[in-house]
């Protein structure tokens, strides 16, 4: 079993910063890929970063210079540090990664968070 608990949301106004973690927990084996995707009311979920374990990133266009992804593989977390936020940041938040378990070893299956509410408004 495995669950990855996100924290870090919240209110904030245009122009502010806020810290997104992810902590993966349970029989895991190997982390592939973490990352962070988006959705907001009345949208598809969108990608908004990943970093491998070889700490390879990816970027949606829309949050290139603002928003850095980082990872600390010995305690299974990701972090998105998001900066100089915009009211069409405003989204549930979801952590997102690909696990191998001790039951799958050498499978990897994609796992999400349950979500977390960034709302950006003056």
């Known amino acids: 079993q495995v669950q990855l608990v996100e924290s870090g949301g919240g209110l904030v106004q245009p122009g502010g910063s806020l810290r997104l973690s992810c902590a993966a927990s349970g029989s895991i084996f190997e982390i592939y890929a973490m990352g962070w995707y988006r959705q907001a009311p009345g949208k598809q979920r969108e990608l908004v970063s990943t970093i491998t374990n070889s700490f390879s990133t990816n970027y949606a266009d829309s949050v290139k210079g603002r928003f850095t992804i980082s990872r600390d593989n010995a305690k299974n977390t990701v972090y998105l540090h998001m900066n100089s936020l915009k009211p069409e940041d405003t989204a549930v938040y979801y952590c997102?990664?690909?696990?191998?378990?001790?039951?799958?070893?050498?499978?990897?299956?994609?796992?999400w968070g349950q979500g977390t509410q960034v709302t950006v408004s003056s």
């Open positions: 997102n990664a690909r696990i191998s378990t001790v039951q799958t070893a050498g499978h990897f299956y994609d796992y």
